[in-house]
C-alpha cells in the first residue's frame, strides 16, 4: 500500500502562488504516476496534472497549463505542485493520487489541503 499526505494548502490572494506538497511512504516501488486533483464545492473532482514516477514527464489540464508546475524534489518521495497566478477559480480541496503501472485508476489518494483564492 501506498500512503499520501498533502500540506501546502491555504489563503492566497487572486495572482498569488502556492506550493502543494504530497509525501508518499510505503510501497512506492509501486507507483508509476502520481496525479494531482481538485474539487470544488458542488462540482466534481477534476484532474490537474500528473507526473510519471520514474521519468519525471508531466501531463497537465488545460485550465492550469503555464500557471501549475509539478515536480519531484530532492527528496526523491515527495512531489509539489506549485501554483502560480491563482485565480478564483482554483478554490478547491487538492488531492495526490497514485497509480501503479498497467492500470488507469489512481487507487491510492491523500486526505486532501484546502486551498482558497480570494479575489
Known amino acids: 500500500q501506498v500512503q499520501l499526505v498533502e500540506s501546502g494548502g491555504g489563503l492566497v490572494q487572486a495572482g498569488g502562488s502556492l506550493r502543494l506538497s504530497c509525501a508518499a511512504s510505503g510501497d512506492t516501488f509501486t507507483i508509476h504516476a502520481l496525479g494531482w486533483f481538485r474539487q470544488a464545492p458542488g462540482k466534481e473532482r477534476e484532474f490537474v496534472g500528473a507526473?510519471?514516477?520514474?521519468?519525471?514527464?508531466?501531463t497537465y489540464a488545460d485550465s492550469v497549463k503555464g500557471r501549475f508546475t509539478i515536480s519531484r524534489g530532492n527528496r526523491k518521495n515527495t512531489v509539489y505542485l506549485q501554483m502560480n497566478n491563482l485565480e478564483p477559480g482554483d478554490t478547491a480541496v487538492y488531492y495526490c493520487a497514485t497509480r501503479g503501472p498497467l492500470v488507469r485508476e489512481y487507487n491510492y489518494w491523500g486526505q486532501g489541503t484546502q486551498v482558497t483564492v480570494s479575489s
Open positions: 507526473i510519471s514516477w520514474t521519468f519525471r514527464s508531466t
